[in-house]
């Protein structure tokens, strides 16, 4: 078993800044890429940052976003920074885990709300 907690969301005011956490445990061999997607309300799922090698990020968080990644506690954070109204959302930890018995899935994690205030 597998399984990713995410922590961190919350209410802001424009402006403000948020960090996501996203904790991946269980029967773990390896963890590939790791990233963050959100959903705002009426909108499909969009990823935000993704961690490779070099960092992908979408276009609207460029800047301002910071993905970030602890190997040694199967972490991975996002730092908000200058949040806008528009970043609201339920935001979603995704990791490409290899299991002990080195089978290989996408692990999403339950979501964290993000409500950013104007």
């Known amino acids: 078993q597998v399984q990713l907690v995410e922590s961190g969301g919350g209410l802001v005011q424009a402006g403000g800044s948020l960090r996501l956490s996203c904790a991946a445990s269980?029967?773990?061999?390896?963890?590939?890429?790791m990233g963050w997607y959100r959903r705002a309300p009426g909108k499909q799922r969009e990823l935000v940052a993704l961690s490779t090698s070099t960092p992908n990020y979408a276009d609207s968080v460029k800047g301002r976003f910071t993905i970030s990644r602890d190997n040694a506690k199967n972490t991975v954070y996002l730092q908000m920074n200058s949040l806008k109204p528009e970043d609201t959302a339920v935001y979603y930890c995704?990791?490409?885990?290899?299991?002990?018995?080195?089978?290989?899935?996408?692990?999403w994690g339950q979501g964290t709300q993000v409500t950013v205030s104007s």
């Open positions: 995704n990791a490409h885990i290899t299991t002990t018995t080195l089978a290989q899935y996408d692990y």
């Open positions: 269980g029967r773990i061999f390896s963890i590939g890429d």
